[in-house]
């Protein structure tokens, strides 16, 4: 297990560094950035990768971990970097219970990052100075960004125009849901990002972005696209399936091997049911 890249975002004292690693290499889906600004991480990569993130973080001095959502290429370090740090990671409100009881993950996910240790956590508060009394202070505001996940709450730094994603960006076009998304939550989502004033955007999958709002929007345009076209295809008398092949090609072997958990399936049934406003 090795670091498979590294990025570094360079800013003064406000420089973020980053790390990615995974079990598999076939594409970004499948691999994790975890970053880095001063001694606060954010998110905790995936369980199966903790000899290397161990190996990286073990000559650094961090004091803060904040996580972005339960899901488990977020938090599956979050209890060993906890107990190897001396601290109490934060949390979205939403899935403290989640990280605190565990919960089951679906087989390919297991496969691709581990399962999550049950970890304690403290709330997520709405604002947070992070690295306080070091060159790293920074204000980091909490924005609630459902419909990848209930909990997801994307990190907003004001001062530097910084966005820690989560899960929101990843691809500027989704070919693929899963089945406990929700595209509506999704777009709004989006909207209240976009609203932010913010130039920078860290994916822990895609990777540095530098025209994070400009990519955002491009994503929301293209999802409310497939909604046009996928209501105007249900229109003309065409059957989910049928508009599933027209707009993304027929469903493929991993929605086969998710059993359909993760299917373009997903996505076109809600975007034929979403409320677009011209």
Not at 157 to 171: A, C, E
Not at 232 to 241: C, F, I, N, V, W
Request: hydrophobic share 35%; aromatic share 8%; glycine share 6%.
């Amino acid at each position: 297990m090795t670091v498979r890249n590294t990025y570094e975002y360079k800013k003064g004292p406000h420089s973020v560094y980053g790390f990615r690693t995974g079990r598999f290499d076939f594409g970004i889906n499948t691999t994790f950035i975890i970053y880095r600004i001063g001694g606060t991480l954010i998110d905790a990569g995936p369980s199966n990768q903790w000899p290397t993130i161990k190996r990286v973080l073990k000559p650094l001095d961090i004091h803060t971990l904040l996580i972005t959502h339960h899901h488990e290429d977020h938090s599956g370090n979050a209890n060993r970097i906890s107990k190897f740090k001396s601290l109490l990671p934060y949390a979205p409100l939403l899935g403290q219970e989640k990280l605190a009881k565990g919960y089951p993950t679906p087989l390919l996910q297991k496969l691709i990052w581990g399962s999550p240790l049950k970890v304690q956590t403290q709330t997520l508060p709405e604002t947070l100075i992070i690295n306080e009394g070091t060159p790293s202070q920074a204000e980091v505001i909490a924005i609630p960004t459902p419909g990848h996940a209930k909990d997801l709450t994307c990190l907003f730094f004001p001062k530097q125009k910084y966005l820690f994603s989560g899960d929101m960006y990843i691809s500027k076009s989704l070919k693929y849901l899963r089945s406990d998304e929700n595209l509506q939550q999704l777009i709004t989502s989006l909207e209240t990002l976009i609203e932010l004033d913010f130039e920078i955007l860290f994916c822990p999958h895609r990777g540095i972005v530098e025209q994070g709002k400009q990519a955002l929007k491009e994503k929301r345009d293209n999802l409310l696209n497939m909604c046009r076209q996928s209501q105007t295809l249900m229109a003309q008398g065409l059957s989910e399936s049928e508009i599933v092949v027209a707009l993304l090609g027929p469903e493929d072997r991993l929605a086969k091997i998710s059993k359909f958990n993760i299917s373009k399936g997903n996505l076109i049934r809600q975007a034929m049911l979403y409320n677009v406003k011209d």
